[in-house]
């Protein structure tokens, strides 16, 4: 009988080693530090604040950012991440260059070099008619400044960013707005309600931030919601994003491709 439980206790299995308090730490940590390091560096997640991209992002659609592809060049990673400049039809998150701080969104109709102007709405591209089935015209309504630019000159209406107001003959050659180097035209696609290159000019490329990917979440939320800043307001929509989260939530929206 004792030879038989000592063959037993001889086959038995050696337990695997407790993970200790400080592996567990550790283990934590690195997911951390790998996530603020995506986060911080490679993507970034924002939120749709405006209409001026209706028919192709909503007001309260959050995407996800990718911050590397549309970056500055860096000559020891160019092998490994593969950077590019801006396209014509990108789409585009930015710095404003008359906001300090704020972040919009655009496409990008211009690039270096470009001519533009619009007729009746519509965009001249180097002196052809752009085919662009993104656009929508919300209000359907005619202003001459938006919708003739840059041939009629703006009235205090247009609200124009007083240093665009100054600086943007200087880039008018004939009936066109010409496209400076390192800068970029950039429009929203709901043409009729977007503030954009019209009003403070063009986009530095130093001031790119990157593109966005996807939706990953996108809530119904009020066109103005932006502009309710009190903290009265903020704790209002927060209650009323727990309390309607499922009805509300536009699921349809999950996980979108921006484009």
């Known amino acids: 009988m004792a030879k038989e439980i000592k063959e037993v206790e001889e086959t038995k299995q050696p337990e695997a080693p407790k993970e200790t308090m400080p592996e567990f730490v550790a283990s934590i940590a690195s997911v951390l530090v790998i996530g603020l390091f995506i986060i911080t560096f490679c993507m970034q997640a924002f939120e749709i604040p405006s209409p001026s991209m209706v028919g192709t992002l909503l007001v309260g659609d959050h995407v996800f950012v990718d911050r590397v592809r549309l970056a500055p060049k860096s000559s020891f990673m160019d092998k490994i991440i593969p950077y590019r400049d801006p396209k014509r039809g990108d789409i585009m998150v930015f710095i404003s260059p008359s906001t300090p701080g704020l972040f919009v969104v655009k496409r990008v109709i211009g690039l270096p070099g470009d001519r533009i102007h619009l007729r009746a709405g519509k965009v001249y591209l180097n002196g052809q008619l752009q085919a662009e089935p993104y656009v929508i015209h919300s209000r359907g309504d005619y202003r001459p400044y938006r919708d003739e630019f840059p041939a009629v000159a703006?009235?205090?209406?247009?609200?124009?960013?007083?240093?665009?107001?100054?600086?943007?003959?200087?880039?008018?050659?004939?009936?066109?707005?010409?496209?400076?180097?390192?800068?970029?035209?950039?429009?929203?696609?709901?043409?009729?309600?977007?503030?954009?290159?019209?009003?403070?000019?063009?986009?530095?490329?130093?001031?790119?931030?990157?593109?966005?990917?996807?939706?990953?979440?996108?809530?119904?939320?009020?066109?103005?919601?932006?502009?309710?800043?009190?903290?009265?307001d903020r704790v209002g929509f927060f209650l009323h994003i727990l309390t309607h989260f499922f009805n509300e939530t536009r699921w349809s929206r999950m996980l979108h491709v921006v484009r």
Do not use: C, K
Not at 182 to 198: E, I, K, L, Q, T
């Open 154 to 232: 703006p009235t205090s209406d247009d609200q124009l960013d007083s240093n665009w107001q100054i600086t943007e003959p200087d880039h008018i050659v004939g009936e066109d707005l010409v496209v400076p180097p390192d800068a970029y035209f950039g429009m929203g696609d709901n043409r009729d309600v977007s503030y954009d290159s019209r009003y403070w000019g063009f986009i530095p490329r130093e001031n790119v931030v990157g593109r966005p990917m996807f939706i990953y979440w996108s809530f119904q939320t009020p066109d103005d919601q932006y502009m309710r800043t009190g903290v009265g």
